[in-house]
């Protein structure tokens, strides 16, 4: 694993069903959290985890996201006109000067392992990080990759980001078999993708973060179809533990909403809203009204 981490990819190309017919024209990934796309968090974690390359693995028919990291000269020409400072800094301010957005288009849709394969011509031989914009991870601190990141630098391990769920949901997602180090870290030992309640190892399921050494793209280069027909990452995770790769299960600090469903949108909306100080007197009065 290299010391710093320098990029990150994300995996941006889905259609995003559940939202029809809203995401008929806008990617989910712009779905608005209050006044910011999802996206915009995702890359604010990014950049604080010490990111400066971003790696967005789209389809040829989504061009809101990089629409919304381009310059937007007549906007900024009537803000700066108008002397509104404060609003022409948040339109410049998605993505700071020092840090370079790559698009990279994924061809046809053959799961979460092919997307990241699609990025390793930007990757190279080094390590890096993995955000699905879907799970919103919220901390006042540092970020969920940035805690990861810094953890994957400490013991040279890759990193993958966890949390306990419900026994009879793990069929929802990739769970880890792993013996536990600290009270946030354990070391994995197995993976398996969206296993029964009954064959689960544990209840120790995998979220949308990971820190990746490059090595992960000889696996996927070779992991067959699995899960749904697709190329599974999880899968390729587990061949490099099954040659010895280390890889770390990481409780993070942070509340993390599914964003991938409606209402797990609106939950991540109430908390933000509910943090921000002009709005929570007036958000906090009409939940109590209405609840």
């Known amino acids: 694993m290299s010391k710093r981490l ?13 939202f029809l017919p809203a995401t008929k024209v806008v990617a989910k990934e712009m779905l608005p959290v209050l006044d910011r796309p999802l996206i915009q968090y995702a890359v604010d974690e990014a950049v604080d985890a010490g990111a400066d390359t971003l790696i967005f693995v789209t389809n040829r028919y989504k061009h809101s996201i990089a629409d919304y990291f381009d310059k937007a000269y007549e906007l900024e020409a009537k803000l700066e006109e108008k002397g509104k400072a404060e609003l022409l800094a948040l339109v410049q301010g998605t993505l700071p ?15 979460l392992g092919h997307a990241v394969l699609c990025a390793k011509p930007v990757v190279g031989d080094e390590s890096f ?117 280390k890889m770390l299960a990481y409780r993070f600090q942070g509340t993390r909403f599914d964003c991938g469903n409606k209402a797990g949108l609106v939950r991540a909306t109430v908390h933000m809203a509910l943090n921000d100080p002009k709005l929570a007197p007036e958000v906090r009065q009409y939940l109590k009204e209405v609840v």
């Open 129 to 245: 990080g993995v955000i699905l914009p879907d799970d919103l991870i919220w901390n006042e601190g540092r970020g969920a990759l940035g805690q990861m990141a810094d953890l994957a630098e400490r013991e040279h391990a890759g990193v993958i980001a966890v949390e306990e769920v419900p026994r009879e949901e793990t069929d929802k997602y990739g769970v880890v078999d792993a013996a536990p180090i600290d009270e946030r870290s354990a070391r994995i030992s197995h993976m398996v993708e969206k296993p029964r309640p009954e064959d689960a190892p544990s209840n120790l399921a995998v979220v949308g973060r990971y820190v990746l050494p490059s090595t992960i793209f000889h696996y996927l280069e070779t992991t067959q179809p699995g899960a749904g027909g697709e190329i599974q990452l999880t899968d390729a995770l587990e061949a490099l533990l099954q040659n010895k790769g």
């Open 6 to 18: 320098r990029k990150v990819v994300f995996p941006v190309a889905g259609l995003g069903t559940r």
């Open 97 to 111: 000067s020092h840090v370079r957005a790559i698009f990279v288009t994924q061809p046809e849709a053959r799961g």
